[in-house]
C-alpha cells in the first residue's frame, strides 16, 4: 500500500513537472478595428485581384507627405513619434494627432488629406494598404 501511495504520488509530481514546462499558447491583442475613416466615412474595397502590401514608413520630423487620397482602404498603426493627419472633410479642413499605439482608417476619395511630423523625434508607422494588382497606394492631389 505504501508502494503504491508512493508510486502514485511520484505520478503526480512528474505530471505537474511537466505542467510548469508546458510551451504557452500564442497571444493575440487586436491593435486597431474601424469601418470608417478619421473624417467617418465608410471606405470600400476596389475591385481586382486583392494584394495586400504592408509598409513600415518613417517621417523625420517636419517631413510631410503632400495632400492625397488613397484608391484603396489604408490602416495606419503608429509605432514611435506623434502624427499629425490633416484631411478635407465636406471642404472643411480637420486635424488629428494620432501618438504611438493608435491607429487610423484611410481610404474615402472624397476625404484628401496630408501627414506631417510636428514632433521632435521620428515618426515610424506600419501601414497595410488592402488594395488590388497595379493599383497605387495613393493618388497626388494638386
Given at each position: 500500500?505504501?508502494?503504491?501511495?508512493?508510486?502514485?504520488?511520484?505520478?503526480?509530481?512528474?505530471?505537474?513537472?511537466?505542467?510548469?514546462?508546458?510551451?504557452?499558447?500564442?497571444?493575440?491583442?487586436?491593435?486597431?478595428?474601424?469601418?470608417?475613416?478619421?473624417?467617418?466615412?465608410?471606405?470600400?474595397?476596389?475591385?481586382?485581384?486583392?494584394?495586400?502590401?504592408?509598409?513600415?514608413?518613417?517621417?523625420?520630423?517636419?517631413?510631410?507627405?503632400?495632400?492625397?487620397?488613397?484608391?484603396?482602404?489604408?490602416?495606419?498603426?503608429?509605432?514611435?513619434?506623434?502624427?499629425?493627419?490633416?484631411r478635407i472633410v465636406?471642404?472643411?479642413?480637420?486635424?488629428?494627432?494620432?501618438?504611438?499605439?493608435?491607429?487610423?482608417?484611410?481610404?474615402?476619395?472624397?476625404?484628401?488629406?496630408?501627414?506631417?511630423?510636428?514632433?521632435?523625434?521620428?515618426?515610424i508607422s506600419l501601414?497595410?494598404?488592402?488594395?488590388?494588382?497595379?493599383?497605387?497606394?495613393?493618388?497626388?492631389?494638386?
Amino acid at each position: 500500500m505504501v508502494f503504491r501511495c508512493l508510486g502514485f504520488t511520484a505520478s503526480l509530481l512528474v505530471l505537474a513537472a511537466g505542467a510548469v514546462q508546458a510551451t504557452p499558447g500564442p497571444v493575440m491583442e487586436e491593435l486597431f478595428r474601424s469601418s470608417r475613416t478619421l473624417g467617418n466615412r465608410v471606405v470600400a474595397y476596389p475591385a481586382g485581384t486583392p494584394e495586400m502590401r504592408i509598409f513600415r514608413i518613417t517621417i523625420p520630423s517636419g517631413a510631410k507627405i503632400p495632400l492625397h487620397t488613397h484608391p484603396s482602404p489604408v490602416v495606419v498603426l503608429v509605432e514611435q513619434g506623434a502624427l499629425t493627419n490633416v484631411r478635407i472633410v465636406d471642404g472643411v479642413e480637420e486635424t488629428s494627432v494620432v501618438k504611438a499605439g493608435d491607429g487610423f482608417l484611410e481610404g474615402h476619395p472624397g476625404e484628401p488629406h496630408y501627414v506631417i511630423n510636428r514632433g521632435d523625434e521620428p515618426v515610424i508607422s506600419l501601414v497595410t494598404f488592402a488594395s488590388v494588382e497595379g493599383m497605387p497606394n495613393l493618388i497626388r492631389v494638386e
